[in-house]
């Protein structure tokens, strides 16, 4: 269920509350506070006030409100918004070792914080969310403390991106995509099967499938209408077969076969555009735009 | 014990027959033809000589001469070579299955042609022996006879290389080689880590490890001073480690950290070159020379 | 003035042959016979039907027709398209050494086939013309009355799609475009001059120039909405400019400063992206999509 | 002439004094003064002791023995070392318009320092030593006079250099190397031809010319046994007429023909090795070592 900036603007405070309040976590103080900036121009404007609100809020307050946050793999998660994010990385299917290890984590932080890890889990791949936990868990409690703020920022702006259109949305998500250049033939690459892996510890799973079109892209992109998972991954092109269909010679096993692409995103609202440009005895790669 | 090919050409025909009739597998007639045509003035010719004098002999002593070379991982490897060629791709080493997998295409191919798989194990990896068998036991028995001398050609030449001293050595060893250029500075990668694994089904054994020198190169080739296995196989290098010593800031993780390339070998004898000319946000191989 | 191709369809023979006879170089007769065909389902339809009825008159007729074209520099372009398509190409203002060259081959070429040398010069470059003249001039008559009508195609192909709109257009445009990409930084290269040049002789003529935008391209191709010239290009990007701006050390003076990418266009309807890839101390281009 | 580093530590003070004295153009008092510090180990050091005593002396000492040096493409080149190295960029056969500009701004240089303006010729082309005279007549006495004690120190070591040897001679020599390697056919393109041409103004006049060789190399460097002088570069190779041997299709005209790398030198001792990787649709270039 969508609401319009232009509804959000016009309706009373008590709907105003319940209609924003739930992307804050069961919060109806922050739309409280944010609603005497209404109307807002921009859902960035909506989103901004909110933090605004949690910011400008006393530290008793705001602690009050992080701790009110579901642990990460906890048996409580309060919202369904919670749920679903959670669910999208895979903590809800966790091995007992790795549930464990995620509760050891959870519980070494609060026990030095005093207040449940929180991370934008759809920003993050499952490594990169234990590599977060380990990093932040040597911090500082300053440090920290704004870092949760922080990502209860991405947390909420993605909440409110999917509950309320309107002008000037904030920018959520990001883009991975690709292109097969045949250099040796000075065209596209056509008919290229492409393979796209997320890394896990040693292991790659893959994540998307896709064959290049007659432009040597792909119709969709290999992620997109979402933020890109902050992490480790690995695009596997099948030029061995894409030469061989050619009737290009190029050696017996040919010097090139599927020609692993292997890098790492940092940003998850950000655009990579990772290429290949081949020919059967050579390639490059680059993050183009 | 090496001999010089001075000292062979003026041995007298039994001194002759021993020095050179082991590289072809106990065949004193072998050496015994090839006698009239000394002295030789190159090793190469003294190899060729042999091989002609195979190639000239009837069917029934080609069929001998061929059947009385050791089953590849059979219990039996009659010479001291055949025994360390064989360990050499770990064919003394299989787990029973492998073992087993071997030995079952093995009687395949014997019930079918009538005389042991030939192969020159010393130019191939364990994957692209098994990969032989196959392709192989699908021939008409004229191809594949030629193949198999062929192989004793491949087997006896490196024999001789390694016995035999002298002008005009036959080329029997390839080379792999790497160098690091940091296209961001300008300069060769110093102090880059470098691995070289080999392909086996779907993982990939480490070989080799070097740190790139002064020049972006390793000491040593990666491979060397023997043929280069038919095969597949994987260079990884630790670009991320060294942009990051050099303070240059590229994403948190950064988009390239360990880069793979993945390539295949399909000529022993040659040189390859696959050389990773690397910024942090882009790099590019190619079969160099 | 255009028309569209629904009010072609409807209107009566003799507006008709006004309407689209001109493309034709004033040859009623050629409306005429394609008349038979309407109404045309696209514009190429109605294009084809035409050069069907040139393709299927006798010889003579044909040579009527072709002969009743203006000499390429001529004083006597019958028709406004005629005059307009010859100062495209700069064949209006040529030097008397040029001009003087220019009819010295013109004759040869009427004294040898009999008719005058016919080429669509939208799609050429003046040295292209020149190119084409002396290998034409070397062929044999019925080759070349094949290429004169092949050329008297290009030319109504173009002057049919400047003069009627409607539904499946003739492919006649072709575009020349360029991105700059900084690899040293992992972004899009902002605010780099880049001149496109003409060769002519050993000299080149500049045709354009731009300044990369956010996205590392200029906002218009370099050259678009019309044939590309067949013909050698140069494209200069002031890199050196844009890596000291960044303020990134190259050395003094800097490794690269104006980077040229020479090439060739040979298909005029085709799309050339011809990309700059670059650190300071590297680039690499080619064609792509 | 060369003397031995044994043969010059054993001679007595009047010889070493001949024999090194004219190196620093005719002052007697810097060998004498660098006597104290025989023997020499190396020629590096003979070179240090004998910059030691410049830099060691009185400024008015300094002084006199900068003015005793030539004015550039002045009529009184003292000693022979100094004419032939202006002669050697050209400096002797100046146009009369580029004479009159170089003796505009040595005046201008004198007017100003009081000294004549030091330029170590065989470092620097023709433009990149105007270049110098524009920029350095700018700077403060101090600062410029500094340098014309460090151009005296390469003037002086590639003298001594060309003198004496023995170990350690000091690094005086640049490298200027090319490689083609064909990345259509995976091999070194052979038989390339290659042109090697300084900048000079908006002009490149031809230095060098080769073929590549088996290994895609040239013979020799294309400059080698000297300073690579300052300044700018085109090479230029003829791939379209590579490709076409190679009976590749690639466009009439093809997409490449001439291909020019422009590049600069910044460094004369350095090493600059600046390959060419091509496809008949793709190129790529770098600093390579």
């Known amino acids: 269920m969508t609401v319009t900036l232009a509804d959000l603007n016009r309706m009373d405070l008590a709907a105003f509350e319940v209609a924003v309040g739930e992307a804050f976590e069961v919060a109806p103080w922050v739309a409280a506070a944010a609603n005497a900036r209404r109307p807002f121009a921009t859902v960035s404007d909506l989103h901004a006030a ?14 009050a409100f992080v701790r009110n946050h579901p642990d990460l793999a906890g048996k409580a998660a309060v919202t369904e918004d919670s749920q679903r994010e959670q669910a999208s990385v895979g903590l809800d299917t966790l091995s007992p070792k790795a549930f464990a290890r995620f509760h050891r984590l959870n519980d070494s932080y609060k026990a030095k914080f005093g207040f449940p890890f929180m991370i934008c889990v759809r920003r993050h791949t499952r490594d990169s969310i234990l590599e977060q936990f380990e990093r932040r868990l040597a911090r500082d409690p300053e440090t920290e403390f704004a870092q949760a703020l922080q990502e209860v920022f991405y ?10 259109t309107g002008e000037g949305m904030p920018q959520v998500n990001g883009r991975l995509s690709t292109h097969v250049l045949d250099t040796h033939a000075g065209r596209p690459a056509v008919g290229v099967a492409v393979e796209l892996y997320e890394q896990a510890g ?47 010679e190029a050696g017996d096993p040919p010097f090139l076969d599927v020609v692993p692409l292997r890098f790492s995103v940092a940003e998850p609202e950000g655009h990579y555009h990772v290429p290949l440009l081949c020919t059967p005895w050579s390639y490059s790669t680059y993050r183009g735009s």
Chains 1, 2, 3, 4 share one sequence.
């Open 50 to 63: 909110m933090m605004g609100a949690v910011r400008a809020a006393p530290r008793e307050q705001q602690l």
């Open 155 to 164: 947390i909420t702006r993605l909440r409110l991106a999917a509950k309320v």
């Open 202 to 248: 040693e292991r790659y799973h893959r994540l998307a499938t896709a064959i290049t079109n007659g432009d040597g892209r792909t119709d969709q992109p290999l992620i997109g209408g979402r933020p890109l998972p902050i992490g480790g991954y690995e695009l596997r092109f099948a030029v061995g077969d894409h030469f061989r269909r050619r009737g290009i």
